[in-house]
């Protein structure tokens, strides 16, 4: 726990600044992986707002929310089969 009391000691617009600096650095990556070739773009967008929570309340808001949307996904009805159409 001596990284967590190191962590307060630092002022808070450096704290603030240092946390921004990687959420936005991680969202970045993730929103790159979405043209960009390789997996795991979600989970960068997460972390990113993850590391922004930590030290502001509107980051924290939009996780919140984030989860609530992904509780609501269920990834089992992108890979239900569909029955074939009709085409006569």
């Known amino acids: 726990m001596q990284l967590g009391k190191t962590w307060k000691l630092v002022p808070k617009p450096l704290r ?8 936005v ?3 970045i990556i993730g929103g790159l ?5 390789g997996p795991f773009t979600l989970p960068f967008v997460f972390a990113g707002l993850v590391v ?10 939009i996780l919140l929310r984030a ?19 009709d085409n006569s």
Not at 33 to 37: A, F, Q, S, T
Not at 67 to 85: L, V, W
């Open 52 to 61: 922004l929570a930590a030290e502001f309340v509107w980051a924290e808001r």
């Open 16 to 23: 603030q600044l240092i946390v921004l600096v990687i959420g």
């Open 67 to 85: 989860k609530h949307h992904a509780k609501k996904a269920d990834p089992r009805k992108f890979f239900k089969k569909k029955p074939p159409r």
């Open 25 to 27: 650095t991680l969202i």
């Open 33 to 37: 992986l979405i043209v960009l070739p």
